[in-house]
């Protein structure tokens, strides 16, 4: 069975500083990953996903994301982080082909402070 | 385009009582995900229903129910609740050459005293 493992539920980082969200995955074939995020009292929102096409993956809002398979990793990154930012991000990998086997993480609250 | 709507938004119940909670997907999205996010738990797989078919199912028990309708919103019963059933309920849609991808609505937040 596929799943991610998100290391550290909460992360502070200071504004302008880089952002790095870890994500390890478990998979025996090559996955679908996700990172999703999730503003207080929103629902989830699409960042970027990675379809086995190119390894480094753009998002929204600046967000990048790479595919290491010798590493299973799938870090979320980005250069600069603004205060908008903080919010819960939830790595994501689907199992067996379909979405309906979404399997999320158990996310990371980032924490942006001045 | 409207994203996908999910009503009500917050709601407050008691244990044993009974909630359905609705939802409205993409225009043209096929499918719809439910999932439970409960403080703690992270995100929960629950159900998914494709042209108004049952195809999937997370480990709940029976008392969480749904369906689809024939323009594809739906509607999530939850049975004999209990406090621990207290949680974010998102909906997600998707359509078949979405790759994947979900779409979600803003959830429901059910509080069972």
């Known amino acids: 069975a596929q799943s991610v493992t998100q290391l550290g539920s909460h992360v502070s980082v200071s504004e302008g500083a880089l952002v790095l969200l870890r994500c390890n995955y478990s998979s025996s074939v090559p996955p679908y990953l996700f990172w999703y995020v999730q503003y207080p009292n929103q629902g989830l929102q699409l960042l970027l996903k990675?379809?086995?096409?190119?390894?480094l993956v753009k998002g929204i809002n600046g967000f990048e994301a790479e595919f290491k398979k010798s590493e299973t990793s799938f870090h979320l990154t980005k250069p600069s982080a603004h205060m908008s930012d903080a919010a819960e991000y939830f790595c994501a990998v689907i199992r067996g082909g379909t979405a309906s086997k979404l399997t999320f993480g158990t996310g990371t609250r980032l924490q942006v402070t001045l | 385009e409207a994203g996908v709507t999910q009503s009500p938004t917050h709601l407050i119940k008691t244990r044993g009582q009974q909630v359905t909670l609705r939802c409205s997907p993409i225009?043209?999205?096929?499918?719809v995900y439910w999932y439970q996010q409960a403080l703690g738990l992270g995100l929960q797989f629950l159900l998914w229903?494709?042209?108004?078919?049952?195809?999937n199912r997370g480990n709940f028990p029976p008392r969480f129910s749904g369906r689809q309708f024939p323009n594809y919103s739906s509607e999530l019963n939850v049975n004999a609740l209990e406090l621990e059933d207290s949680a974010l309920y998102l909906c997600?849609?998707?359509?078949?050459?979405?790759?994947?991808?979900?779409?979600f609505g803003a959830g429901s937040r059910l509080t069972v005293l």
């Open positions: 225009s043209g999205h096929t499918s």
């Open positions: 990675y379809t086995s096409a190119a390894t």
């Open positions: 997600a849609s998707s359509n078949p050459s979405g790759a994947n991808v979900l779409t």
């Open positions: 229903y494709d042209e108004g078919e049952e195809r």
